[in-house]
Nanobody, 113 residues
Framework: QLVESGGGLVQPGGSLRLSCVAS????????IGWYRQAPGKQRELVAS???????NYADSVKGRFTVSRDDAKLSAYLQMNRLTPVDTGVYFC?????????WGQGTQVTVSS
């Protein structure tokens, strides 16, 4: 089970920190990704962190978002800075390899003035 939290309404230029908590120990063996689904668009991978804390980012968020994990807490985080309206969407976490775990409900991020 995956539970995301931390979303909300923020003005352009603002920041949010998303959290993802998993319920299974397999979390620690997997590369965890943060995905974004913007209105009317497909879900896209925006950041990932592997089991040894190597990170990858989509070009659209590079330099603004920071992904991290705490395996002791079975958790992953996404620090989002300098947010823009393009970052609006529902954010999910999951492992990046197929098949994905059952998706959580996600957390809504809305960037608007």
């Amino acid at each position: 089970q995956l539970v995301e939290s931390g979303g909300g309404l923020v003005q352009p230029g603002g920041s949010l920190r998303l959290s993802c908590v998993a319920s299974g120990r397999l979390f620690t063996r997997n590369t965890i990704g943060w995905y974004r689904q913007a209105p009317g668009k497909q879900r896209e991978l925006v950041a990932s962190v592997d089991s040894v804390n190597r990170t990858n980012y989509a070009d659209s968020v590079k330099g603004r978002f920071t992904v991290s994990r705490d395996d002791a807490k079975l958790s992953a985080y996404l620090q989002m800075n300098r947010l823009t309206p393009v970052d609006t969407g529902v954010y999910f976490c999951n492992r990046i390899r197929d098949p994905p775990w059952p998706w959580g409900q996600g957390t809504q991020v809305t960037v608007s003035s």
